[in-house]
């Protein structure tokens, strides 16, 4: 049985990349115009297609054609596909969507909850630091999925606070910063300090000691809070010939103790606590 939609299905959780069927009920066209990312369009269409069965329950492929251009995926049906029996999108060989036509519609089997795009797949998609083979995830785990029994499949995760201690993790970029070897670097090559910003430590409401000696850093972008204009977050310039923004910093080797104390607390994540992810980013990620 299908479920009755008013809208197309979609082949990815947050509703954004769907399927429309062609008035000649022959054809399928997967809309991506709202992929902002080139690396997620391209992996999205490298390895794509789409399958149903004939009247005898053999397997058929549609044509697929890609307008990467106009960020349109066209499928061209056999004439020998059987409309009553679902058709499968695949990626990569891995089931993404399952639907079924509905007169001149599209609706959605009951595996298509199962098969859907996770959001964590599509950003992990658009990550250079990914590789496109292990994208998307084996679907063999979700074949017990029942969207009547079970709670709908997200990308609701936790993070667990057990892994290393804010101290600990403050210990070892402190030795990483004493043991740069100062006699074989060239003079006023910084780049090897480890150092905290200036303006966190005011944020933190620690000010800097008078006798502190800064350096001048290299930005980088922190985006969760980036409309506070913080120069150690505002990260750099898109045109690499424009003026590059630097803060100001101290090496951890020459923080206070109660500096030092200040900047672990703020790092902390109590193993009691629940936060939301802006809380992690806004409490915990700034300062790391």
Request: proline share 7%; net charge neutral.
């Amino acid at each position: 049985m299908t479920p009755k939609t008013t809208k197309n299905p979609s082949i990815n959780a947050n509703g954004t990349l769907r399927l429309k069927p062609g008035k000649d009920g022959r054809s399928i066209t997967l809309d991506l115009l709202r992929t902002n990312s080139q690396r997620l369009l391209e992996n999205l269409t490298r390895d794509i297609g789409m399958r149903g069965v004939d009247n005898q329950g053999n397997l058929v492929e549609g044509h697929t054609i890609v307008h990467a251009s106009k960020k349109l995926v066209e499928f061209s049906l056999p004439e020998v596909l059987d409309r009553n029996k679902p058709l499968v999108l695949t990626i990569n060989g891995k089931p993404i969507t399952s639907v079924v036509f509905d007169g001149n519609r599209l609706a959605p089997t009951d595996r298509h909850a199962a098969y859907q795009l996770a959001i964590c797949e599509t950003r992990g998609m658009s990550n250079h630091l990914n590789p496109t083979d292990l994208l998307p995830y084996d679907r063999a785990p979700r074949e017990g999925y029942d969207e009547k029994l079970h709670a709908p499949i997200t990308d609701l995760h936790t993070h667990v606070s057990t892994q290393i201690t804010a101290a600990d993790l403050y210990e070892l970029s402190l030795a990483l910063d004493k043991n740069v070897d100062e006699e074989n670097i060239q003079p006023g090559d910084i780049s090897q300090y480890v150092t905290y910003p200036v303006e966190l430590l005011k944020k933190l409401k620690v000010q800097p000691e008078p006798e502190q000696r800064t350096y001048k850093i290299p930005s980088y972008e922190f985006k969760p809070l980036k409309h506070e204009n913080l120069e150690c977050e505002r990260g750099q310039p898109n045109d690499r010939r424009a003026e590059r923004n630097y803060h100001e910093a101290i090496r951890l080797k020459d923080l206070t103790e109660r500096q030092r104390r200040a900047v672990i607390q703020a790092m902390s994540a109590p193993q009691d606590a629940t936060k939301s992810f802006q809380q992690v980013e806004e409490d915990i990620y700034r300062h790391t």
